[in-house]
């Protein structure tokens, strides 16, 4: 039997323990992509899988397991499979998502994920989170990233846009929008009309 404190570490830690934030600007986000393609034999699949990640706000295992049989790069359609019972769906990709996909099945033509390992099969998830903090690294950012960042900050790249909080909850496939709300960023701009000046008129 296991003792207690044992028990304990097989506990997940709060999101604190494994980020500093649940946000990334875009800055940051372009500073990811351009450390990601910078460098490394596998820049080209680093790249691409953060652009795809950020894009579609794709969790670790989804875009990790993701196969060129839900990737349609005549109709620039990929078809999403959502995990923790959310919503799946067709996203369509944007042009530079195409040209990298592309790529990518020129440099590895006999792998069925679209992403795969150095030896066959697909990244493993702690292989995910150790090529996040060497990017995040490169990029000379002083943040604890985390590979489920890009999800959240899909979520507040769209708000920031104004994209309506119903289509961002559609597009992560979140069944309850109460869990999209749970992902979105307070902005400053939320509290741009509180006014803090002593001399006002009471």
């Given at each position: ?191 741009s009309k509180f006014n803090w000046n002593w001399?006002?008129?009471?």
């Open positions: 039997m296991p003792t207690e404190n044992q028990a304990n570490l097989k506990k997940r830690q709060a999101s604190i323990y494994y980020r500093d934030r649940e946000h990334l600007s875009a800055d940051e986000i372009l500073a990811l992509l351009e450390a990601a393609g910078s460098r490394g034999r596998f820049s080209e699949r680093d790249r691409s899988l953060l652009l795809m990640m950020f894009r579609h706000g794709l969790r670790a295992t989804e875009a990790a397991s993701l196969k060129w049989n839900a990737v349609d790069l005549k109709s620039k359609t990929m078809k999403v499979s959502r995990l923790k019972k959310s919503i799946g769906g067709d996203h369509p990709l944007q042009e530079d998502e195409v040209q990298a996909l592309i790529t990518l099945r020129n440099i590895y033509p006999g792998s069925d994920y679209v992403f795969p390992a150095e030896r066959g099969g697909h990244l493993s998830i702690s292989g995910m989170q150790k090529m996040f903090t060497r990017i995040a690294r490169e990029a000379g950012l002083e943040v604890k990233i985390h590979s489920h960042m890009m999800r959240s900050s899909c979520a507040g790249f769209l708000l920031a846009q104004g994209v309506p909080i119903q289509d961002i909850q559609a597009w992560l496939g979140h069944v309850n929008v109460t869990n999209t709300i749970g992902y979105l960023p307070v902005t400053p701009n939320a509290f001399s006002q008129d009471k």
